[in-house]
Structures are given as C-alpha cells and as structure tokens.
C-alpha cells in the first residue's frame, strides 16, 4: 500500500531483504552464505523525485545526487504498517533484520541496508534507538540530517533588525510565498514541477510539500482575489477622487486586451497607481471602450472620476463622451465634466515631431540605411569598428536601429550616427562591399538613399539640436512614479517657443519647413487657452513657485495681446475658485451639515423659550455667522495667491510636499490640489502594463485564459509597488481639542464621583 502526497510522489513500504545480499554482509556476521535461499529483489523506494532509493545490492557509495533527492524518504511518511496490532516504526524503511544461519531473521541486530553496518536492535533491550542513531550519522542513509520534527521552532535572524528570534514552519505561508515568486518573477507554473527547483527547495525545507502546477494556478487565483479585496477596500475608504488612464492592445493570442489605471496619492501625499483591470474586449471601438470603462469602474465601486488619460485617438475621443453621459446620470460628473477627456502628452508630441521628420526623410532614411548595413551581420560590424578605431574612436563603437513607431528611438539613433560620422565617410570611400550596397536596386528598380554627403550630416546635425527640446520633453511627462501634472503647461510654453523661433529663422530653410510643419501640429491641440485640456494651467498655478504670475509671462511670451492676458488671468482664477467651491461642497459637507443640523437645533431649543424680537435677531446673528463662514472659505484661494511664492531656484523643490506641509493654513484647498497632482500627463503607465503583458503571455504560455492573464498582471502590478499610507497625523488644534475634552471628562468623572460619594454617606 502507499500514501500520496500533494505533489503526486509516493513512498512504497519497506523494503524486505533476504539472504542474497552479498558474501560479505553475511561473513560480517560470521554467517556463511547460503546460496540456496531464494532471493526477492526489494522494491524501490520513490522519492518526491521520482529518484529511486538504491537497493542495497547496489554499490555502497552511491551518487551524491542521488543520495540527496532520497533524503526526504525519512520525512515522507508511508502509509503505516500493522504488526499484531502496532505500528511500525519509519526507520524499518531504511533497516532490515540480517538472517541467521538457519534462515531465521535475526531479532536481536538491524542491518543498514546501505553501508551493511549491523547495530543493535532487540525490542525487549534496544529497541529502534540504536537504528534512528546510526541513521543520523549514515551519509548514504536516507534518515542522515533528519529534518527537524513539524511544530518545534528553530533559532534564525530577523530580516529587519538582525535579532535573534523563533521560527516556526508553516505549510501555509510557504505556500503563499511560492505564489507571489511566480507572480513577480514572471514564472510559469510548470515551475514548481521542476528537478532543479524540487531538489533546491527540499534541501531547504524538507518539510514543506511541494505543490503540483494546478495548485499553484488555484493559489495564484485565490491570492489575487485576496489582494483585490484589499484595494478596493483602499478605494471604497480613502481614494475619494481617482484619475484614470486606459489603453488597449492585442496580445499574441489574437485576443484584444484593455488596461485601466488608477492614479491616486495617499496621506504622506506619495503618488500611486494601481492597474485595476487588465479584461478581454470585443474590439477597439469607441463604444465597446466605454461600455468596459465603465462595467470596471463600477466593479471597484468608483464613481468620482477626475480626468481620463488617453492617446490621441478617435475612439477613445467617443469612449470619454460615452463616459461623461454615464457619470452625469449617476451624479457623479466633476465640474460638468468639462476636465474629464485629457490627451496623453507624449503621444501629442509625437505627433508632431512626426510631422517634422517628414520634411527630412531622405536624410533620415540614408542614415538608416548605413545603420541596418553595419547591423546586419557581425562581419560588416567588426569591420566598421576597425574603422573606428582608426579614426581614434571607441573599438566597441555601434549605433542602434530606430524603432519606426516610435520618434524618439529615431532621435537616438540620429544622435548616436553623428559620433561616427568621419567612420561612416571612411566608409565609403575605402569599404566597397560599403558602396555596391547603396548601389543594389529593389524589386522596384530604385535605389537605396545614400550614402550621405556632407549636407546631409548637417541637416541631421541640426534637427537632432533641435528635438533635444521634444525628447526631453517627453522623459519629464512620461514619468508616472512623481507628480507631473504641474509641468505640462511649462515644457509646452518652452516647445512652442522653440517651433516659433526656428519657424521664424530664414537661415536655414530646411529646417525652418521642420519648424512649419511642427507648428500646425502643435496649434491644432494646444494653440490656443481655450483648445488644451486647462485643468494642466490650473495644476501649474497651485505650483506656489509660479501662481498665476508665470502665466501671464509665458502667454506674453509666445505673443498673446496684454488684454488677452487679462482675460486668461481672471478665467484662470474663476475657473479655481469654482472648482474650489465644488470642492468645498462635497469634502466638507458633512462637516457643514453637521453645522448646520447645530444651528438648526439650538434655534429650535431657544426660539420656543424666547421672545419675537429676540428670535429674529438670532436667526439674524446665525445666517451672518454662515456668510462669514462663507467669506473666510472663499478667501483661502484669495490667501493662497497672495502668500510668499516659493523661490524657482530651490534645487530639489517637491510640490506635493509643500502641499503637504501647508496643508494645515489651506484644508480644502490641498485637497483639491492632491487629485490635479495625481493626473497623469500621458499613458506610459497603461503602456507599461502591456510590456508585462507581452512577457506573461508569451509563446509558452498562450494557453492562458484572460482571467488568469488579468489574475497574474494585476497581482503581480500591486505586489511590486509600496503600499500607500492613509494615516493623518493629528494636527495641533486637533490635539489641543483632545486635551481639553480629556480634562472635561476627568472633571465630569470626579463630579460624578464626588455626587455618589454624598448620597452614600447621606443613605448611611
């Protein structure tokens, strides 16, 4: 009979050996052989492993391998066998009884049926004890470092403070840890079935049971589940106000995949985001993305959206309405949702940077094409650093190959060609293996651009100066790990600036159709205060560096009329105080309410017990009291723009923790500052997720179903990324308020006292 353990390894029962052992076990016992005995081959013993337990007519030295991947024998439990009643002991897996001369078993000694030792083993003297102690101390005996018994704590380290503590094993917590291995290390669940990981991890822990890939796939799901529960508690208490970004991509699979993001800060004003849903779509219609947007937001139970970051696409201009006539149903729409629909930043200056390549393709396209020869094979390469070297440049010298989707890896491999542009004239002049390639022709019959001359470098030297400026745009409003919401209306002051100067410089005709082309780009997304999404103006006003007085020299700047300005100005503050006022309404309302539900109690315990004359003038003296409230409120935006700007020259200035520190002198106002600081600028983040989508559903793995490809992205999203923070700190009238009511208490308490105290000695 055997026992089945979770990992589908069986332990069979103990061997039997008889009398054909060997000449030499026998004559150890001063036994001759008897060759007449009929002899049974032992079972094999199976491991974990599936590795067999050599039979002890096997060599006694076997191989270390071996010997550990059956060193879990003592540890596996067989199914218990019976003799008269009582169950034998473990250690007779790895012991027999020697026979004697009449063919007897021997009830006094064991033999070890690996190094043939004989030991001890009577039941009335001995027992099993010589046998467990001999296996301890027996290399090649499977019961050798026996593993220390379930439930005893052992002495480790703590992984923190480095002191000593107990540690308990725990099947459970193994198990758990294995599960978030595969989720981040981005494994496939064959893993766990491994020889090597098996092998690694019982040397280990030879306690813990090794689970099948089911199992883990099981656990996989029932810790993602966990884990959501978690966040959308997160969301349900504190992320009030969540601004979202959402994308869809196509998997290997042929399977249409959408991301939605969450953008939230948390108390310590530490900016987080967490990819909520990684689901299936039927197609990439605008339509079918707002039905999907908002079948997932309402699962999360999140109704306040702030913004929605998306690319420039037509659908997703459709999906965003779809979305505002949703929200506005459940009245839950911010501002009337004229904020809502925010175009991803870099995916505009893409645009427009594409729209200037084209007025030098030809350059660019010979440039490529010297690339992709010297890349093409190792040969062509080794020759074009014997090349470099001679021009006294870097022996390991190489230039990458752009990416045709993406603008900014044509920027670097612009800027990369230029170092070695005395290599690439050499080239040409002396490589004719170099020459007959610009030379062949394509099935078209047309010849490859190239190789350059000289103007051709500097054009290219040019145009690389001059999207230096966009590629370094497009880093600072990528990031999603820190706030940039307040420098989107900065770094496109700075590239309209740009556009216009060159737009403007005869000089260089070439680049100056570049400037042109980039410019109707530019106006048709943000031309104009009244066309760009200006929740990012407002965001740069809450910068205490800027306020509203960059405004009026960054519009000056790019040629706005004065009075233009005046205008911009004065909608800018309007636009503020309005939100504000929103703002006021919804996180403050209950605190008014309450307020208000307080007035409303004590006029109605005073009007009855007080006269005409009198109740007017309370009511009149509580609705000054509420104007006033009203007053002081609506000039905390007055206050804030009127306090001390923050020098622009602090290295190292962080917004959102200014906010945090001043978050005391503007209570509502931070709020409102916290979620413009958690809009996201582009949809890198939603992107991102697509990169660990294309490594979880790779070739090996396309067998996933959608629910466990969302299961492992999400887990493995939340699991990477540091918990967020919603402890506030009592502020210091929140503290004085506690000590007074504390002292309150005590007094009514020994009040209370001092009154029981008398009317017992009164009774007495």
Same mark, same amino acid.
């Given at each position: 009979?055997?026992?089945?353990?979770?990992?589908?390894?069986?332990?069979?029962?103990?061997?039997?050996?008889?009398?054909?052992?060997?000449?030499?076990?026998?004559?150890?016992?001063?036994?001759?052989?008897?060759?007449?005995?009929?002899?049974?081959?032992?079972?094999?013993?199976?491991?974990?492993?599936?590795?067999?337990?050599?039979?002890?007519?096997?060599?006694?030295?076997?191989?270390?391998?071996?010997?550990?991947?059956?060193?879990?024998?003592?540890?596996?439990?067989?199914?218990?066998?019976?003799?008269?009643?009582?169950?034998?002991?473990?250690?007779?897996?790895?012991?027999?009884?020697?026979?004697?001369?009449?063919?007897?078993?021997?009830?006094?000694?064991?033999?070890?049926?690996?190094?043939?030792?004989?030991?001890?083993?009577?039941?009335?003297?001995?027992?099993?004890?010589?046998?467990?102690?001999?296996?301890?101390?027996?290399?090649?005996?499977?019961?050798?470092?026996?593993?220390?018994?379930?439930?005893?704590?052992?002495?480790?380290?703590?992984?923190?403070?480095?002191?000593?503590?107990?540690?308990?094993?725990?099947?459970?917590?193994?198990?758990?840890?294995?599960?978030?291995?595969?989720?981040?290390?981005?494994?496939?669940?064959?893993?766990?079935?491994?020889?090597?990981?098996?092998?690694? %991890?019982?040397?280990?822990?030879?306690?813990?049971?090794?689970?099948?890939?089911?199992?883990?796939?099981?656990?996989?799901?029932?810790?993602?589940?966990?884990?959501?529960?978690?966040?959308?508690?997160?969301?349900?208490?504190?992320?009030?106000?969540?601004?979202?970004?959402?994308?869809?991509?196509?998997?290997?699979?042929?399977?249409?995949?959408?991301?939605?993001?969450?953008?939230?800060?948390?108390?310590?004003?530490?900016?987080?985001?967490?990819?909520?849903?990684?689901?299936?779509?039927?197609?990439?219609?605008?339509?079918?993305?707002?039905?999907?947007?908002?079948?997932?937001?309402?699962?999360?139970?999140?109704?306040?959206?702030?913004?929605?970051?998306?690319?420039?696409?037509?659908?997703?201009?459709?999906?965003?309405?779809?979305?505002?006539?949703?929200?506005?149903?459940?009245?839950?729409?911010?501002?009337?949702?004229?904020?809502?629909?925010?175009?991803?930043?870099?995916?505009?200056?893409?645009?427009?940077?594409?729209?200037?390549?084209?007025?030098?393709?030809?350059?660019?396209?010979?440039?490529?094409?010297?690339?992709?020869?010297?890349?093409?094979?190792?040969?062509?390469?080794?020759?074009?650093?014997?090349?470099?070297? %001679?021009?006294?440049?870097?022996?390991?010298?190489?230039?990458?190959?752009?990416?045709?989707?993406?603008?900014?890896?044509?920027? %670097?491999?612009?800027?990369?060609?230029?170092?070695?542009?005395?290599?690439?004239?050499?080239?040409?002049?002396?490589?004719?293996?170099?020459?007959?390639?610009?030379?062949?022709?394509?099935?078209?019959?047309?010849?490859?651009?190239?190789?350059?001359?000289?103007?051709?470098?500097?054009?290219?030297?040019?145009?690389?100066?001059?999207?230096?400026?966009?590629?370094?745009?497009?880093?600072?409003?990528?990031?999603?790990?820190?706030?940039?919401?307040?420098?989107?209306?900065?770094?496109?002051?700075?590239?309209?600036?740009?556009?216009?100067?060159?737009?403007?410089?005869?000089?260089?005709?070439?680049?100056?159709?570049?400037?042109?082309?980039?410019?109707?780009?530019?106006?048709?997304?943000?031309?104009?205060?009244?066309?760009?999404?200006?929740?990012?103006?407002?965001?740069?006003?809450?910068?205490?560096?800027?306020?509203?007085?960059?405004?009026?020299?960054?519009?000056?700047?790019?040629?706005?009329?004065?009075?233009?300005?005046?205008?911009?100005?004065?909608?800018?503050?309007?636009?503020?105080?309005?939100?504000?006022?929103?703002?006021?309404?919804?996180?403050?309302?209950?605190?008014?309410?309450?307020?208000?539900?307080?007035?409303?109690?004590?006029?109605?315990?005073?009007?009855?017990?007080?006269?005409?004359?009198?109740?007017?003038?309370?009511?009149?003296?509580?609705?000054?009291?509420?104007?006033?409230?009203?007053?002081?409120?609506?000039?905390?935006?007055d206050k804030y723009l009127a306090d001390r700007y923050v020098n622009p020259l602090v290295k190292g200035f962080d917004v959102s923790q200014w906010w945090r520190v001043n978050a005391v002198a503007y209570p509502t106002l931070s709020k409102l500052a916290k979620d413009i600081f958690?809009?996201?600028?582009?949809?890198?983040?939603?992107?991102?997720?697509?990169?660990?989508?294309?490594?979880?559903?790779?070739?090996?793995?396309?067998?996933?179903?959608?629910?466990?490809?969302?299961?492992?992205?999400?887990?493995?999203?939340?699991?990477?990324?540091?918990?967020?923070?919603?402890?506030?700190?009592?502020?210091?009238?929140?503290?004085?308020?506690?000590?007074?009511?504390?002292?309150?208490?005590?007094?009514?308490?020994?009040?209370?006292?001092?009154?029981?105290?008398?009317?017992?000695?009164?009774?007495?």
């Open positions: 009979m055997a026992s089945t353990s979770r990992s589908g390894s069986h332990c069979c029962s103990s061997p039997s050996i008889t009398s054909n052992m060997g000449t030499a076990s026998c004559q150890s016992i001063g036994v001759p052989p008897n060759n007449n005995q009929n002899t049974i081959p032992p079972p094999q013993n199976i491991t974990p492993n599936s590795v067999p337990i050599p039979t002890p007519t096997e060599t006694p030295n076997p191989d270390p391998q071996t010997v550990e991947a059956t060193a879990g024998l003592g540890k596996r439990r067989c199914q218990d066998k019976t003799t008269k009643g009582r169950k034998q002991s473990r250690v007779w897996d790895c012991f027999t009884r020697p026979l004697l001369p009449d063919g007897k078993p021997d009830p006094d000694n064991a033999q070890c049926n690996y190094c043939k030792a004989i030991v001890p083993a009577s039941s009335s003297k001995n027992g099993t004890s010589s046998c467990w102690s001999h296996g301890r101390n027996c290399k090649v005996n499977p019961l050798f470092e026996k593993p220390i018994e379930k439930g005893q704590p052992i002495l480790c380290r703590d992984n923190v403070t480095g002191a000593p503590q107990y540690h308990k094993f725990n099947q459970g917590r193994i198990d758990e840890k294995l599960y978030k291995m595969i989720i981040r290390d981005e494994l496939p669940f064959r893993h766990v079935e491994g020889y090597g990981f098996k092998e690694f %991890l019982y040397e280990a822990q030879p306690q813990w049971v090794q689970p099948s890939r089911k199992l883990v796939a099981k656990g996989v799901w029932e810790l993602y589940q966990s884990e959501k529960g978690k966040m959308m508690s997160i969301f349900a208490q504190h992320a009030k106000r969540v601004s979202v970004t959402t994308d869809t991509w196509t998997s290997i699979q042929n399977i249409n995949y959408m991301v939605v993001t969450a953008h939230f800060m948390d108390s310590d004003w530490k900016l987080h985001k967490r990819i909520i849903n990684f689901c299936s779509i039927t197609s990439h219609k605008g339509e079918d993305i707002g039905r999907v947007l908002e079948q997932c937001l309402r699962e999360w139970d999140i109704n306040r959206v702030f913004t929605i970051t998306v690319d420039n696409a037509s659908s997703n201009d459709l999906a965003v309405v779809y979305m505002k006539r949703r929200l506005r149903n459940m009245n839950t729409l911010s501002f009337d949702g004229d904020f809502l629909h925010l175009r991803c930043a870099c995916h505009i200056i893409n645009l427009i940077v594409k729209d200037g390549i084209k007025e030098l393709e030809n350059g660019i396209d010979a440039i490529w094409h010297c690339v992709k020869f010297i890349r093409s094979s190792s040969s062509r390469l080794d020759k074009f650093r014997e090349f470099s070297v %001679l021009e006294h440049l870097n022996k390991n010298a190489n230039v990458p190959l752009d990416v045709i989707t993406r603008w900014n890896s044509t920027y %670097l491999m612009l800027d990369a060609a230029l170092k070695y542009e005395k290599v690439f004239g050499r080239m040409a002049d002396e490589d004719a293996q170099f020459q007959h390639y610009f030379e062949e022709k394509d099935t078209k019959g047309r010849k490859r651009t190239g190789p350059l001359v000289e103007e051709d470098w500097r054009n290219a030297q040019a145009f690389v100066h001059f999207l230096k400026k966009f590629y370094e745009a497009t880093l600072k409003l990528s990031a999603w790990k820190t706030v940039t919401a307040n420098l989107q209306f900065k770094e496109m002051i700075g590239l309209q600036t740009e556009i216009d100067k060159k737009a403007s410089d005869p000089s260089d005709e070439i680049l100056q159709r570049v400037a042109m082309g980039m410019k109707a780009k530019f106006d048709k997304y943000w031309g104009s205060f009244e066309i760009m999404n200006q929740i990012m103006v407002i965001a740069n006003v809450l910068d205490p560096r800027w306020k509203l007085q960059y405004q009026k020299k960054a519009f000056a700047r790019v040629g706005i009329r004065p009075a233009k300005i005046e205008i911009i100005t004065r909608d800018l503050k309007n636009i503020l105080l309005r939100m504000y006022d929103e703002y006021r309404c919804c996180e403050a309302g209950l605190s008014q309410s309450n307020q208000s539900d307080g007035v409303a109690a004590m006029e109605g315990l005073e009007l009855d017990d007080l006269e005409d004359g009198q109740a007017e003038i309370l009511v009149d003296l509580m609705q000054e009291r509420l104007e006033n409230e009203h007053e002081m409120i609506s000039n905390e935006v958690a809009i996201p600028c582009s949809t890198v983040a939603s992107e991102n997720a697509f990169s660990l989508g294309k490594r979880v559903v790779d070739p090996f793995r396309s067998s996933l179903t959608p629910q466990m490809v969302e299961a492992l992205i999400c887990t493995s999203d939340w699991l990477r990324v540091e918990q967020p923070n919603f402890y506030s700190k009592p502020t210091t009238e929140e503290l004085s308020l506690y000590k007074d009511l504390e002292e309150l208490q005590k007094a009514t308490a020994a009040l209370h006292l001092g009154g029981a105290n008398s009317s017992t000695t009164t009774a007495l």
